[in-house]
T-cell receptor, first 113, second 115 residues
């Protein structure tokens, strides 16, 4: 069965510092991996995806994610955090050609001025 | 740009009422989804549809039904609302390109309160 784990409920980072939001997954076969962001009272916005190819994926707003097959991880990163990055972040996984996506429980990111 | 529109941002209903949540997408997407979002539980899939008049149960379908009479519209129905259905409801859609399902696009959600 597919599953996604986001081990941290909250992450706090000072503005200007690099940030990492962790995600590990379990899926049969090749995974499709996604990161979404949710701002208050809004739906989820797509940030980036990994399907195949380079292990480092670049997405919106300066975010990137690194796919590590041996560690079954897909951590979200940004070199220099902004206060406006404060939001709820969801990792998600889908098995190849499957219709359903499984979401993690979310990590709340706080960027401190 | 893809737009997924949910008919209400906030809704208050009473226990036992039949409640309709509407969702419309403007990108001719094949797939549409209904989730509920609760603190600490993340997103849980209620129902999804991969074509008109087709529906599949998600992880928590009990107490809900859906309708997809047109490709662009996907309705979630609470047959007899109960207080434990108070939640944020999110609709999403996704297309298919070269046989591969694309990322889902979400509406802004409906915050439903059942009194």
């Amino acid at each position: 069965a597919q599953s996604v784990a986001q081990p941290e409920d909250q992450v706090k980072v000072a503005e200007g510092n690099p940030l990492t939001v962790k995600c590990t997954y379990s899926v049969s076969g090749n995974p499709y991996l996604f990161w979404y962001v949710q701002y208050p009272n809004r739906g989820l916005q797509f940030l980036l995806k990994y399907i195949t190819g380079d292990n480092l994926v670049k997405g919106s707003y300066g975010f990137e994610a690194e796919f590590n097959k041996s560690q079954t991880s897909f951590h979200l990163k940004k070199p220099s955090a902004l206060v406006s990055d404060s939001a709820l972040y969801f990792c998600a996984v889908r098995a190849y050609r499957d219709d359903k996506i499984i979401f993690g429980k979310g990590t709340r990111l706080h960027i401190l001025p | 740009d893809v737009k997924v529109t949910q008919s209400s941002r906030y809704l208050v209903k009473r226990t036992g009422e039949k409640v309709f949540l509407e969702c419309v997408q403007d990108m001719d997407h094949e797939n549409m989804f209904w989730y509920r979002q609760d603190p600490g539980l993340g997103l849980r899939l209620i129902y999804f549809s991969y074509d008109v008049k087709m529906k599949e149960k998600g992880d928590i379908p009990e107490g809900y039904s859906v309708s997809r009479e047109k490709k662009e519209r996907f309705s979630l129905i609470l047959e007899s609302a109960s207080t434990n259905q108070t939640s944020m409801y999110l609709c999403a859609s996704s297309g298919i390109v070269t046989g591969i399902n694309q990322p889902q696009h979400f509406g802004d959600g409906t915050r439903l309160s059942i009194l």
